[in-house]
């Protein structure tokens, strides 16, 4: 069963605290990406990646980093947690193509509570 | 840029079918999807229209499409409690490109017995 498996389902960080959000997937998928998912604003593209070491900054990047060392695995930091980043983190990835559907196949998601 | 627009809420008694309605703005749309997130879960692909299709039907799902109105619907016949859910309105601004998907606000389904 293929799968996006990441790494934290719950985290609870203070102010200030660096955070690390681990994705890996394992279908030899091409891009990942990194969302925030928040009531009544639906999915915010924060970070992409379509190969190793190359990232792209999405609609929210302020505030978080990205690093792909590996095809499989894309982390998301948060340098210095702040409250407003409380949020749910989802990461995806889909296979690059010429053409055709860009579909995505999602983590289960990481709910962070910063205090 | 682009946008997508759904309501946020729909109720619906178990056994009646659910539409769930979306707008989209970008005229370049090649594809729009439909996804579900059941509750604790990341979103889970139900199905998607190339835009040269009006319709789409995958047992209980169909989906319509009207470019000209850049309107899109997703109907759930005999809507059960298990498909009580969020579901997520998608598109791709063009075909082919990494930088992927714009998401509505999700609909949130709850179906009553």
């Not at chain 1, 702040?82 to 995505?104: E, K, P």
Request: charged share 25%.
């Amino acid at each position: 069963d293929v799968k996006v498996t990441q790494s934290s389902r719950y985290l609870v960080k203070r102010t200030g605290e660096k955070v690390f959000l681990e994705c890996v997937q394992d279908m030899d998928h091409e891009n990942m990406f990194w969302y925030r998912q928040d009531p009544g604003l639906g999915l915010r593209l924060i970070y992409f990646s379509y190969d190793v070491k190359m990232k792209e900054k999405g609609d929210i990047p302020e505030g978080y980093s990205v690093s792909r060392e590996k095809k499989e695995r894309f982390s998301l930091i948060l340098e210095s947690a702040s409250t407003n980043q409380t949020s749910m983190y989802l990461c995806a990835s889909s296979r690059a193509g010429a053409s055709g559907a860009n579909v995505l196949t999602f983590g289960a998601g990481s709910r962070l509570t910063v205090l | 840029g682009e946008d997508v627009e759904q309501s946020l809420f729909l109720s619906v008694r178990e056994g009646d079918s659910s539409v769930i309605n979306c707008t989209y703005t970008d005229s370049s749309s090649t594809y729009l999807y439909w996804y579900k997130q059941e509750p604790g879960a990341g979103l889970q692909l139900l199905t998607y229209i190339f835009s040269n299709m009006d319709m789409k039907q995958d047992q209980r799902l169909t989906v319509l499409l009207n470019k000209k109105d850049k309107h899109l619907s997703l109907r759930i016949a005999d809507t059960q409690t298990g498909d009580s859910a969020i579901y997520f309105c998608a598109e791709s601004p063009r075909s082919g490109s990494a930088r992927q998907l714009t998401f509505g606000s999700g609909t949130q389904l709850t179906v009553l017995p």
